[in-house]
């Protein structure tokens, strides 16, 4: 009965508005700028229907809102229960590429299951996320020893590091994996100085290893980040062609639609570099907007992690909010040159069905908190 009560409280109390509202300002400049983006591509690859793209974008948005709504109205509560279930979940889901693994250029990072295609990596990051939090609150005593509050965290990330890199070949989920570990660990109480004495000498050695060893492909890809030019038809085309985009949109682009980049000179302008898209069509100020709707929904996240009623509920959106706010940053980063290319999706606006329901979903476990909080 007691339970039921608690369901209950947190089900009639009411959104935080003010992410909700700009989470759907998010998703539909993203609808907008796929429908743009996509529309050459798509009339390329049907000859008669430049709306191929969008359409599925809409109908995986509709999805995703259902369950975002559906998700705030569950107890978060409930996931740090079944929190070490998650963990073994998404270890299992990682390595359900072995059997329904889609390899593309040279990467076996999709699941095709026939009727849907998806990327285990993205549901494992919400999996991480709920895992440690749960781990961290339950053990938040232990903490400031080296033992509890270092070296068991991490030997417990191994195994999904070890699948997602070596397996899948997807450096980039790995690094947003790693980096949301260590936030989780830093904010809930590891000692820092554990990560300054032991992990940087790691990280160092782990990227060293990662350019020198043999895939040699992420060394080049640093070699094109200095100088794109020197093979500009080749593996700098890419990047060259979004500065291109962004130096075209100048402060007011050129207007929604009217990007030439778009045209079979950005490959597959509708994902990861859909940002390019964006800053030549609306150039700085529209750049700038999306910037600070970004902005924006990270403030209220931070806020509700703030405010919420016990340590689980804090770090779970802490997590949330820095993978949305890592995967940004990333993206933002490669498409303007400011990193070497890695393939990053752009919350909200790249091109995705399930990545785009899955940051839904996330936003509803973010929501689910902030209703269970006393204070506005």
């Known amino acids: ?31 907008i700028t796929v429908l743009s983006a996509s529309s050459p591509t798509a009339l390329a690859e049907t000859g008669n229907d430049s709306y191929k793209y ?5 109908l995986s948005a509709v999805v995703g809102i ?15 229960k079944k929190y070490k279930i998650i963990f073994v979940g998404s270890i299992l889901i990682l390595l359900s590429t072995l059997v ?8 076996t990072r999709w699941v095709d299951l026939g009727f849907i295609s998806f990327q285990p990596s993205e549901l494992a990051k919400v999996g991480i996320i709920i895992f440690y939090s749960a781990y961290l609150a339950k053990n938040k005593d232990k903490l400031k020893s080296i033992k509890e509050g270092f070296i068991k965290p991490l030997v417990l990330i191994i195994p999904v590091v070890a699948i997602v890199l070596l397996l899948q070949n997807h450096f980039s989920a790995t690094l947003v994996i790693c980096m949301l ?3 989780l660990m830093i904010l809930s109480g590891c000692r820092i100085r554990y990560f300054i004495l032991f992990g940087v000498p790691i990280v160092v ?8 060893g043999g895939q040699g492909f992420r060394l080049q890809r640093v070699v094109t980040f200095m100088d794109p030019w020197q093979d500009a038809s080749g593996k700098g085309w890419q990047i060259i062609q979004s500065l291109y985009a962004i130096g075209s949109g100048g402060i007011f682009g050129v207007g929604l ?40 929904l990270i403030w209220r996240g931070i806020t509700i992690s703030m405010k919420a009623p016990d340590m689980f509920g804090s770090l779970l959106a802490a997590g949330i909010t820095s ?14 040159s400011s990193m070497p290319v890695t393939g990053m999706a752009l919350p909200f606006f790249s091109y995705g069905g399930t990545a785009l329901m899955i940051i839904l979903s996330s936003i509803g476990i973010l929501l689910s908190v902030s209703r269970a909080t006393n204070r506005t």
């Not at 259902?66 to 740090?80: A, C, E």
């Not at 993978?323 to 490669?334: P, S, T, Y």
């Open 1 to 31: 009965m007691a339970k039921k009560k608690k369901f209950e409280s947190i089900s009639k109390k009411p959104y935080d508005f003010t992410l909700l509202i700009t989470v759907f300002i998010l998703l539909g400049l993203g609808i």
């Open 54 to 58: 969008v359409k599925r974008q809409i």
């Open 66 to 80: 259902f369950l975002m709504f559906g998700l705030s109205k569950i107890d978060y509560r409930v996931w740090q």
């Open 100 to 107: 329904f693994g889609a390899s593309s250029n040279g990467a």
């Open 181 to 183: 570990v260590a936030i």
């Open 205 to 212: 050695a782990a990227v060293s290893a990662l350019l020198l």
């Open 257 to 296: 639609g009217n990007s030439k980049q778009k045209y079979l000179y950005i490959p597959e302008p509708h994902n990861d570099f859909i940002f390019a898209v964006l800053a030549e069509e609306l150039g700085f100020v529209g750049c700038a907007l999306v910037i600070i709707l970004f902005a924006i």
């Open 323 to 336: 993978m949305i706010g890592i995967q940004v940053l990333i993206n933002i980063a490669v498409v303007t």
